[in-house]
């Protein structure tokens, strides 16, 4: 077989290719053994097709581009708190658009993540983990306060570009994909960004779709990327409750029971939140009479193989 020449050396970087090339336009898979219900059917929004493997590469490249156009990141490193993904996400464009980067996660975050962040050159500032995401935070505002010239904040939290990400590509990819049949859509919320930007899109094209946000039972339940907003310190402003129709709580043994039946009944290897979000799913689902339930599965489950979710059940002999 011969291989088609490459005519000319791209002057961009590959993370400039065109949309939907390698950020979006990832695939909608049927859920078929673990939901057998006439009149229903469960599709699951596969995220770790993006570039640096999840949902947040499409936030990440809409804020880093939106701050390189205007102008922001002249002679400043890009700052911000992250949970991990969007970290990643951060690094991974930074790195190909030549941008420095110092993010704050809390020490508690997944040794995979660290070693990742290093990997693409991060700088990286572990805050306590008794504070969670929260304490990540305030360390930053800390900083851009005493440094305004060093850092420009991106804050996943409150930059609106976050949820126009979504709104601009994950929404209109899910009409498309549903030809307009999908009735409700089930997604965990960290930041809020995905369900408010999917769930305001799909609610100018289809006005009764149904949108389902999913947390963490109590601020014990640990679930990566997912937040327990009653007790969190402050509510992000990209989150939108009042768009929303229900909010589900999953405890974490329920996602990490998920994820093991995920990969093993359905060959999906998810992250914890992804499979807290089909947990969620699986109940809408037993509750309609019909309808295409859409829930997001943001990311793989190899940044996990340290937790105790993928412990081995084997017995030695
Ligand atoms: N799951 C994982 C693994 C994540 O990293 C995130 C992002 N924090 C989410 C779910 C939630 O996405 P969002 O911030 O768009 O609500």
Not at 65 to 84: F, I, M, W, Y
Not at 172 to 178: D, F, G, K, L, M
Not at 250 to 261: D, I
Request: with cysteine.
């Amino acid at each position: 077989m011969t291989l088609p020449m490459v005519e000319k050396v791209p002057s961009l970087s590959w993370a400039d290719a065109p949309a939907g090339a390698v950020v979006g336009n990832t695939p909608l898979l049927p859920l078929r053994r673990l939901l057998e219900k006439q009149g229903v059917t469960l599709w699951a929004k596969a995220e770790w097709f993006n570039a640096s493997g999840s949902v947040k590469d499409r936030p990440a490249q809409e804020i880093l581009r939106k701050a390189l156009q205007e102008g922001r990141l002249r002679g400043r490193r890009l700052v911000d708190a992250t949970s991990g993904n969007m970290g990643i996400a951060y690094a991974t464009f930074a790195a190909a658009w030549g941008v420095p980067v110092t993010l704050a996660m809390p020490a508690s975050a997944s040794p995979e993540r660290i070693a990742v962040l290093r990997g693409l050159g991060a700088e990286l500032v572990l805050t306590d983990p008794e504070t969670g995401v929260d304490g990540a935070m305030a360390w930053v505002a800390s900083q851009v306060e005493r440094h305004p010239d060093r850092y420009y904040w991106a804050n996943q939290y409150d930059n609106p570009a976050n949820w126009q990400a979504h709104f601009r590509t994950t929404g209109p990819e899910i009409a498309r994909q549903t030809a307009g049949r999908v009735t409700h859509v089930v997604a965990g919320t960290g930041t809020g960004g995905t369900l408010t930007g999917v769930g305001r899109y799909l609610r100018s094209v289809l006005p009764d779709v149904r949108l389902i946000g999913v947390q963490p039972a109590g601020s014990e339940e640990r679930i990566p990327g997912l937040k327990h907003m009653a007790t969190s310190r402050r509510r992000p402003a990209v989150y939108d409750r009042g768009l929303l129709d229900a909010v589900r709580f999953v405890r974490a043994r329920e996602a990490h029971e998920m994820a093991r039946r995920l990969a093993r009944e359905e060959g999906l290897f998810v992250g914890p939140s992804a499979a807290a979000a089909v947990w969620a799913a699986c109940e809408v689902a037993a509750e309609v009479r019909e309808g295409l339930v859409v829930v997001i599965l943001p990311d793989a489950g190899y940044k996990y193989l340290s937790s105790p979710l993928w412990a081995p059940k084997e017995t030695a002999v």
